[in-house]
């Protein structure tokens, strides 16, 4: 072999392993080649590209996700939820005289007619009063965080047996990573409590406490004899951040509209919707794979209709991810 010859087959090595990284890299990797990846993968290529007609500034890229089951799992209920039925079942076994009284009769007797019966009659300020208020309601910001982490560190799912690092979806999680690299700055907006959420989103999602927004308890301001200054929670819903309560808090708390749009049920269809009227995207996750989660469409009837006009594009769990939770 000649010495030209050589420096050919040496400089196309050269070129083939620089090159793999480049080759190699997947920006989501846990997702199953197919039309929802390429189609989440093209659209922040159009937006993001200098140049293009679609292209949208940094400062306008704004994306929005709901969190229970759109970024971790919410079966058999909110892991929030959980948290608070267990708490209340502490409380009663201090005090055996509140069960004799609602909320906590209820969840003494197994019986959750009470609080059907206030969803269904649309009374959502007394259900979350009731679930979120009445449990924690004196409690200092400080005390209930403390709850709220020692809760965190402690739960294991009942059904997947795993804390709660493990139940977050990881291809969301490179979703929102994704989004960021290409200079989205990403919030969740999420029908549960943000005070809960805070706790856990910086160390799960990466996402500070400020991004993190949602359905928010009263917190009364004292300042006691000694100097100090607290916040102490109340017994009273403040905001209730679900159906078109979505948009409202996004206006109120970002100003702009949603650029890209996450959300898995009825509650988040007027969020979905915002980003997609204005010009974005926005994605449904649909709880397809009984396998690996738990497959079910109760209370997504409301998009259905919008991902059959293409209005909102539906992610088949089932089909689209190569994994759901993170290895362990």
């Known amino acids: ?7 050919i087959i040496l400089t196309g090595f050269f070129f083939l392993v ?7 890299a997947d920006p989501l990797p846990s997702w199953n080649d197919g039309i929802s990846k390429q189609a989440i993968i093209s659209f922040v290529a ?7 007609p679609d292209f949208v500034p940094v400062a306008d890229r704004i994306a929005t996700f709901d969190n229970d089951g759109t ?4 079966k058999p209920l ?3 939820f959980l948290g608070v039925i267990d708490y209340m079942k502490e409380q009663m076994e201090e005090n ?11 969840v003494a007797g197994k ?17 979350v009063s009731q679930l979120l208020g009445v449990p924690f309601g004196g409690l200092t910001k400080e005390q209930y965080e403390d709850w709220g982490r020692k809760f965190l560190a402690e739960f294991k799912h009942p059904k997947f047996k795993r804390g709660i690092k493990g139940l977050i979806y990881q291809p969301m999680l490179e979703l929102i990573n994704y989004l960021e690299a290409h200079g989205f700055t990403v919030y969740i907006f999420t029908a549960d409590e943000s005070a809960f959420l805070r706790l856990a989103a910086p160390e799960l999602y990466g996402l500070p406490t400020q991004q993190v927004q949602g359905t928010s308890m009263r917190n009364e301001f004292i300042t006691t004899k000694d100097g100090n200054a607290m916040l102490v929670r109340s017994y009273r819903m403040d905001y209730l951040d679900n159906w078109a309560g979505k948009p409202r808090l996004i206006e109120k708390v970002i100003g702009k509209k949603p650029l890209f749009a996450a959300g898995n049920s009825n509650g988040d269809q007027h969020m979905l919707e915002y980003a997609a009227l204005s010009g974005g995207m926005s994605v449904w996750v649909h709880h397809t794979d009984d396998k690996r989660e738990v497959a079910y469409d109760k209370h997504t009837d409301k998009l259905v209709p919008l991902t059959k006009s293409g209005e909102i594009m539906a992610i088949d769990m089932k089909k689209d991810w190569k994994i759901v939770f993170p290895a362990q």
């Open 18 to 24: 620089t090159s793999l990284p480049a080759l190699a």
């Open 111 to 127: 019986d959750f007619t009470y609080f059907t019966e206030l969803y269904e009659n649309a009374s959502y300020e007394s259900l």
């Open 46 to 52: 159009k937006v993001t590209k200098k140049g293009s």
């Open 71 to 74: 970024l971790w799992t919410e």
């Open 1 to 7: 072999m000649n010495m030209k010859n050589r420096l």
């Open 78 to 80: 909110y892991i929030h």
């Open 96 to 106: 055996p005289k509140l069960a004799e009284r609602e909320p906590y009769k209820s």
